[in-house]
């Protein structure tokens, strides 16, 4: 089979590979539509940094040149026992995050923080190829009239709905949602399908911003000068959270500035170096600062298929689907801030 494979920085090759066997537990997947992320664009650019190609994976065992791709979705071709509850020829999403439900924070529910974690795409091979073999646990099916390329972005979505619920949003609460990219209208989407909240989204003025309005945002203020004032405007009795979904430098700072005593905030955005932030600010205020990684597939893999499939979401963020021998370029773009939404790829094309 076809497979993209990353091997290192600025090194992602269209290779022929054997196609992987579904083990106990699991089922084989013909990948219908796949994608990528800014995690992806960043191994592209300056890895590995996770990614197992030189120190081998702690719990998958992975160690080379790996397959990318955790986002995805597929036609179940084969299974390896029949108490998974899924048949050949099931539509499927993988939420690709591979739990071992007998640690603590799995009996929690808190899946993402599992001890065995490991995840589809990342620490071992994924699905950027023609088939992978994924474990039944990760999937859910895709409901009947949704459209394979909204699908296709059904995990990222969930990654969305789990930092809508770490930040604490309650119905009535005016938000501040700072970075209108594809985790931020992601983010957006998942607030208002969670909530009755009023949001305001933070970016720079153009597409974004006008998508933002489109997705539900109540208000919409431009970077700038003046962007501090108009917020404040906007925001007369204070702000009760901020989620900065950016990652830009000084941004989780300026949410700190911005929250009013006792709120909360949620840090999505992974800035490229280490930041400052005033300490004091945050005690004397009593602020709450939570953090958000990946998604609880039993929890957020079902709900953003059913959003997509009851809002133009996918249209909204889909910029295009493409062939397998077009990752390595479309990584590029991505890492150069050249792709605003998302892209897909279709191993058939």
Do not use: W
């Amino acid at each position: 089979m076809f497979a993209a494979v990353y091997h290192a920085s600025h090194d992602v090759r269209l290779e022929t590979i054997d196609v992987p066997m579904a083990a106990p537990g699991e089922v084989l997947l013909k990948i219908l539509r796949s994608g990528i992320c800014g995690t992806d664009a960043s191994e592209f650019k300056s890895g590995p940094l996770i990614f197992p190609t030189v120190n081998k994976h702690a719990v998958s065992g992975h160690l080379g040149p790996m397959v990318l791709g955790h986002e995805f979705i597929g036609e179940i071709v084969s299974v390896a026992d029949q108490s998974s509850g899924f048949n050949v020829g099931d539509v499927v999403a993988s939420g690709a995050g591979i739990s071992c439900g007998e640690c603590r924070r799995c009996k929690e529910n808190r899946t993402n923080l599992c001890e065995k974690y490991v995840t589809l795409g990342l620490n071992r091979n994924g699905g950027l190829a023609e088939y992978v073999a994924v474990p039944a646990s990760t999937l859910v099916k895709v409901p009947a009239g949704l459209s394979l390329d909204a699908a296709g972005i059904a995990q990222p979505l969930a990654v969305g709905l789990h930092a809508a619920r770490r930040s604490q949003v309650r119905n009535g609460d005016k938000v501040l949602l700072i970075g209108s990219g594809a985790i931020g209208t992601f983010v957006l989407a998942a607030l208002k399908h969670l909530v009755d909240a009023e949001v305001t989204v933070l970016d720079f003025g153009g597409s974004r911003l006008e998508r933002a309005v489109r997705l539900g945002a109540n208000h919409t203020v431009e970077v700038g000068p003046d962007a501090t004032e108009n917020i404040k405007k906007i925001f007369t009795t204070g702000i009760d959270v901020v989620i900065e979904a950016s990652g830009a430098p000084g941004q989780l700072q300026f949410a700190i500035e911005m929250v009013k005593r006792g709120g909360n905030v949620l840090q999505v955005g992974l800035p490229t170096s280490r930041q400052e932030i005033d300490i004091h600010r945050i005690v004397m205020n009593e602020i709450d600062i939570h953090t958000t990684l990946a998604h609880v597939c039993g929890q957020d893999l079902g709900v953003s298929l059913e959003i997509l499939a009851t809002t133009n979401l996918a249209a909204e963020l889909i910029e295009g689907v493409y062939p397998l021998s077009e990752v390595s370029n479309q990584l590029e773009l991505l890492s150069t801030g050249k792709i605003q939404g998302k892209v897909l790829f279709d191993p058939t094309l």
